[in-house]
C-alpha cells in the first residue's frame, strides 16, 4: 500500500502562484511514477503533469511553462509550483502513484483562483 498526502492548495488571486506537496509514504519502494491530476466542477479528471522514477517530467498543454512538477526522493517528496494562474485552474488537485500495476491517489487538496 502507498499512502498519499497532498497539501499546499488554497485561495490565490489570478497570476499569482501556488506550490502543492505530496507526501508519500508506505510502500513506496518500486513507485514507477508520480503524477498530479485534478477535477474541476463538473468536468472530467485531468491529468496535469507527470514525473517518472528517473526524473523525466511531461506537462499538459493547458500548463506547460506554468506548472512544473519535481520530487524530492529523500523526503518522498512530490511538488507541483504553479505560476501565472488562471481563472480555470480551479480545482481539486490530486496526487497519483503508480506502483507495478496499482493506482493510489491522494484525497485532493482544494485550489481556488479568483479573478
Known amino acids: 500500500q502507498v499512502q498519499l498526502v497532498e497539501s499546499g492548495g488554497g485561495l490565490v488571486q489570478a497570476g499569482g502562484s501556488l506550490r502543492l506537496s505530496c507526501a508519500a509514504s508506505?510502500?513506496?519502494?518500486?513507485?514507477?511514477?508520480m503524477r498530479w491530476y485534478r477535477q474541476a466542477p463538473g468536468k472530467q479528471r485531468e491529468l496535469v503533469a507527470t514525473i517518472t522514477s528517473g526524473g523525466s517530467t511531461n506537462h499538459a498543454d493547458s500548463v506547460k511553462g506554468r506548472f512544473t512538477i519535481s520530487r524530492d526522493n529523500a523526503k518522498n517528496m512530490v511538488y507541483l509550483q504553479m505560476n501565472s494562474l488562471k481563472p480555470e485552474d480551479t480545482a481539486v488537485y490530486y496526487c497519483?502513484?503508480?506502483?507495478?500495476?496499482?493506482?493510489?491517489w491522494g484525497k485532493g487538496t482544494l485550489v481556488t483562483v479568483s479573478s
Open positions: 508506505g510502500s513506496i519502494f518500486s513507485i514507477n511514477a
Open positions: 497519483n502513484a503508480l506502483r507495478g500495476a496499482m493506482y493510489y
